[in-house]
């Protein structure tokens, strides 16, 4: 059993958008980059498909979903986190424990994932990802440090961690 953790492609993006909710639209080169890690999912058996509601992932989702053709659920859970999560001594202190309070909500919803059976996908984002890594590795919320995950990128959760940053992305049969 394995929890492949998806960041959704390259979206347009402004001031905040990490804030603002439905969020941008992926990008024609986002487009692609979902297209690309379909091809590599496609011999994956998903026993579950989750996928963060913000729009950027949802069309991620729905790309991908055109080849595994399985039922998507959304969860609002799964939405972007503020980066101010990662800051040691954050000016908006009602602003990191609302994003604190939510980076642990996260963490029990992908906690949830990795004690069920059969593989399951998760289309979200970089923030996100982030903290379920941390959750994994025994890494308590208030002491999460940030680390670069591309768009596109895939993260296999399980007895270990590996990451496919930037790189193509295939399961051979």
Avoid at 22 to 31: A, W
Avoid at 46 to 75: E, P, W
């Amino acid at each position: 059993m394995a929890v492949y953790l998806v960041r959704h492609g390259e979206a347009n993006v402004n001031k905040n958008y990490e804030e603002i909710y439905p969020g941008p639209k992926l990008t024609g080169k986002g487009r692609k980059q979902a297209e690309g890690i379909a091809k590599g999912l496609v011999k994956v058996k998903f026993r579950k498909f989750y996928c963060s509601d913000m729009t950027r992932a949802v069309q991620t989702a729905d790309i991908i979903n055109k080849k595994l053709k399985i039922k998507v659920s959304y969860a609002k859970e799964i939405r972007e986190l503020n980066k101010i999560i990662f800051e040691e001594s954050p000016k908006d202190k009602a602003k990191y424990n609302k994003n604190i309070s939510r980076a642990r909500a996260i963490r029990k919803f992908i906690g949830r994932l990795r004690k069920e059976k059969g593989n399951i996908l998760v289309v979200c984002h970089a923030n996100v990802i982030v903290a379920a890594i941390h959750d994994f590795l025994g890494i308590p919320a208030t002491r999460m440090k940030r680390f670069q995950i591309d768009k596109c990128s895939v993260v296999i959760v399980n007895n270990r961690i590996r990451i496919f940053n930037n790189k193509p992305f295939y399961v051979h049969g």
